[in-house]
Each structure stands twice: as C-alpha cells, then as structure tokens.
C-alpha cells in the first residue's frame, strides 16, 4: 500500500511515497487513504516535431479572398500562419476604403517554405478565378 500525496511528511523527507504492509489503509504521517499500487510513471512529452520555417506568401486585403485561400492550403495540407490578421477592425475605421486597416497594415499569409511554390500556385489559380484543386468536379456540369 502506498500513500501518494504529494505533501505527505514522509514524502517531503526521504522523497519517496510512504509503503505501508497490507491491511493499512490510511498513511500515518498525513491520513490520506493508501493505494495498493504506485501509477506508472508518466511518459515524458514527445519532443516537438521540427519546426517549421514560414516564408510570407501573400497580403490579404479581401477578407473572403483570406478565407478561400487558407481553406484551399488546408485541402492541400500545407500549413500556414497569419499576421496582423486579428487587429483589422480594432482601431478607427477598419477596412474602409483599403481592404486593410491603415493603422496596422495588411493582414500577412506565411506558409511553410518547403512548399512555397506550391502555395503561389494556388494563389495564382485563385486569382485567375480557377479552382485549384477540384480535379474530382473536372467535367461536372450543373444541372
């Protein structure tokens, strides 16, 4: 049996949970009731994978344009962060007149560098009004 609180007298002193002998139930130095066996160990967090390296890809100046692109990098699994993006309406007007606050600038789009080509080519296709990566509606007519 084994006492696991970690403000126990016993554990203070030597470091170590309180053992007591089978038919003991609560610890003699600080009453709390005892456990018959010790919790494995817990396992130490996974290290972090690499981190990754972000390359600005693009401002953001159309909030709905902001939105299509991230969900079309997230379709195509490539990660990306924003700047800036949370402040756009805070301070004075907001976007009026610009597409960005002109106090705070442009919203940011980063992506990973690994895949930066990749991302202009999505922000390209989105600009020429393509769909990027619909392959599986290519040659579907709507009704």
């Keep these: 049996m084994f006492c696991l609180n970690p403000d126990c007298k016993h ?10 002998v089978d038919g003991v139930t609560v610890c003699a130095d600080c009453g709390t009731p005892l456990v018959d066996e010790l919790p494995a160990p817990a396992e130490p967090a996974p ?4 981190l990754l390296e972000l ?8 909030p709905s344009f902001g939105a299509l692109l991230r969900s079309y990098l997230d379709q195509a699994g490539i990660a990306w962060s924003t700047r800036a993006e949370g402040v756009q309406d805070l301070f004075t007007v907001g976007r009026m007149g610009t597409g960005y606050n002109l ?3 442009p919203s940011w789009l980063y992506v ?10 999505i922000v390209a296709a989105l600009e020429e009004g393509a769909a990027p990566l619909d392959d599986e509606l290519a040659g579907y007519e709507e009704p």
């Design 47 to 50: 290290e972090p994978d690499e």
């Design 11 to 20: 554990r203070e002193e030597t470091g170590n949970p309180a053992e007591y």
């Design 112 to 121: 990973e560098r690994a895949r930066l080509a990749e991302a202009r080519e």
């Design 55 to 62: 390359e600005r890809l693009t401002a953001i100046t159309d």
């Design 103 to 105: 106090l705070t600038g």
